[in-house]
């Protein structure tokens, strides 16, 4: 139950920062940059999550999301243009753990066998 907890506190702010960082800072070149760097930036490093997340633990690794998630809303309130885009790095780093942690713990929790039938 906590692990389902945390995955949609960690959705909801990820959904509500996608969607206002682009107002927030009310750029032109950023507001179009959302959607690439979002989006792509998290396909790209897509295979190093897994060594990291085996490196240090769920324990930590759901502290850091948590950690990522304070600084990029800290960062967007700022209103710089050149924190904008550090928030939108680490959003995109954060959306990436988000979904690994939480689709890696269940199926390792609840066993493969169990899992999804």
Do not use: E
Not at 7 to 13: D, F, K, V
């Amino acid at each position: 139950m906590g692990i389902v907890a945390w995955y949609t506190l960690n959705l909801t702010w990820l959904i509500f920062f996608f969607a206002n960082v682009g107002p927030q800072l009310n750029h032109a070149t950023l507001c179009s940059a959302v959607g690439y760097i979002g989006n792509g930036l998290p396909a790209v490093l897509s295979p190093l999550v897994g060594p990291l997340i085996g490196w240090c633990g769920w324990g930590w690794a759901t502290l850091m999301t948590s950690l990522l998630t304070m600084t990029m809303f800290i960062l967007i309130t700022a209103q710089s243009i050149w924190l904008g885009y550090l928030a939108l790095l680490l959003f995109a780093f954060q959306r990436l753990l988000t979904f690994a942690i939480f689709f890696s713990y269940v199926p390792a929790t609840f066993d493969p066998a169990h899992y999804g039938r």
